[in-house]
């Protein structure tokens, strides 16, 4: 019945990477689990971000592949994208993926209610809308797990057609000529590279110094450096001021700079928490000012039966395997398990771009800013035997590590790269400033020849005080 109060062990508000997580190893672990999600199951990941995006960049990937074939002595004429196609490709490969699971879910037993879950006092949730309205289902643990929205710029309505966010972006079935993407982060460069890669004149307009600020600045330079010689303009600490709409596209405003006129304008600029509704009287779970949840290094809030996890957590990088984690670290500290909170500084990051951009612990002036002296050493793909083959020589693998009293390098405290799949070889690296390893101890691991992951064994070799081909 709609008002009689349902128990669980667990109650998940969002059915996204953090909550989904939760609730599938919560009920591998035995406990009775709901999730109260208002759309599908998923969440922002796979039916609007990291998937999406991804097939997008792929499709980008195999039309660079085609247009260099001549290089191998494959012949391949007048190449063109069917934008739609691949728009078609990509709801399959969600929809499949949802479906699996949906599957999981169903699987272990865990109850989803569809509509959205407002927490109330006595970690009672009540569903305020959708199919299940109505439904009142108590936990003797919550676990808030809401997400979060794209952000825009005062004076950028999104209409879908001209101004779009990554939600809008991803339903495009086709490209504009020209477009401007207002944000150099991490989801900006994507999307740029993407647009470029397809034929699209693109502009990246960022207020900070330079794109990819969280980056280590010779990373975000190789990006840099790649992008403007495909033509992508970039224009950096820009104060915009709003746009005007043309007959066609719109002009773009900016103080003490020239008007930029595109086709589409794509906002960039991070993320909110999707926490408007979320808690009614007497959780007391805390937000901070910018509607962010409180939570402690163990995921609990201010209330110790109420967690959260995710995008909505005030202190969390926004990426769907750091929500992943610390679903874990919610559960097994309500399972009263030891666990490892996740160590925000020394998660893995991901860019998909072109080039790729994956690192995970402290940049060099991080380092320096903490007070560690600090040895450093970089090797370029340029002399990487299967970049070579690849045909995908740009980029640099970069490892940051504390200088003994000696002057040798110690623990590892960094590792950043930038180039051919780059997100595909930081297992390696993310192990070794985990584990805080040394460079003698992971210079020992044998890299397999040839290989891409060459690039980062011969840094640590280097590092370490004796390369093979680096010194």
């Not at 998940?12 to 919560?26: F, K």
């Not at 959708?130 to 808030?144: F, H, M, R, S, T």
């Not at 982060?185 to 004149?201: H, P, R």
């Not at 070889?425 to 400033?433: E, S």
């Amino acid at each position: 019945m709609a008002n009689e109060v349902q128990q669980f062990d667990v109650v998940v508000i969002g059915g996204g990477p953090g909550g989904y997580a939760t609730a599938l190893y919560g009920a591998a672990a035995g406990l009775n689990v709901a999730i109260v999600e208002r759309d599908k199951v998923g969440g922002t990941c796979l039916h609007r971000g990291c998937v999406p995006a991804k097939e997008f960049l792929e499709t980008a990937h195999v039309l660079r592949t085609l247009q260099h074939a001549h290089a191998f002595g494959i012949t391949s004429k007048d190449v063109q994208v069917d934008f739609a196609v691949s728009q078609a490709r990509k709801n399959e490969i969600v929809d499949r993926l949802f479906k699996g699971l949906s599957g999981l879910l169903k699987g272990r037993k865990v109850t989803v209610f569809a509509g959205t879950g407002r927490l109330d006092a006595d970690q009672t949730v009540t569903v305020v809308d959708g199919a299940d309205e109505g439904v009142v289902a108590q936990g003797k643990n919550i676990v808030l797990a809401a997400g979060s929205v794209p952000r825009t710029l005062p004076g950028f309505d999104v209409d879908g057609k001209i101004v779009l966010t990554s939600d809008e972006f991803l339903d495009l079935s086709s490209l504009p000529g020209t477009a401007a993407v207002i944000g150099g982060g991490a989801i900006g460069c994507e999307f740029a590279s993407m647009l470029s890669d397809m034929g699209t004149k693109v502009t990246i307009l960022e207020g900070l110094p330079s794109i990819l600020a969280g980056c280590d600045t010779e990373v975000a330079t190789v990006v840099q450096r790649s992008f403007k010689k495909r033509g992508i303009e970039i224009q950096t600490g820009v104060k915009i001021t709003g746009h005007t709409p043309k007959k066609s596209g719109t002009a773009i405003t900016m103080d003490g700079a020239e008007d930029v006129k595109v086709d589409m304008v794509v906002m960039s600029v991070g993320r909110r928490a999707r926490t408007e509704g979320l808690l009614g009287e007497g959780t007391n779970v805390v937000l901070d000012d910018r509607g962010f949840v409180v939570a402690d290094s163990y995921q609990r809030t201010a209330n110790p039966n109420v967690f959260a996890v995710g995008d909505v957590v005030a202190n969390s990088p926004q990426l769907a395997h750091v929500g992943f984690a610390e679903a874990i670290v919610a559960v097994k500290t309500i399972l009263g398990e030891p666990v490892v909170p996740v160590d925000y500084e020394r998660v893995p990051w991901a860019i998909y771009s072109n080039p790729e951009v994956a690192f995970c612990g402290l940049t060099e002036a991080a380092a320096k800013e903490k007070g560690y002296e600090v040895v450093v050493k970089k090797d370029p793909f340029g002399g990487n035997s299967r970049a070579q083959i690849i045909g995908e020589t740009e980029g640099v693998v970069k490892i940051i590590a504390e200088k003994r009293a000696d002057g040798t390098a110690g623990q590892i405290l960094g590792v950043h790269m930038a180039g051919p799949w780059v997100t595909e070889q930081l297992g390696a690296g993310y192990f070794a400033v985990n584990w805080e390893a040394t460079a003698e101890e992971a210079a020992a691991l044998i890299q397999p020849h040839p290989s891409l992951s060459e690039t980062f064994g011969e840094t640590l070799l280097a590092l370490a005080g004796r390369g093979l081909h680096l010194g």
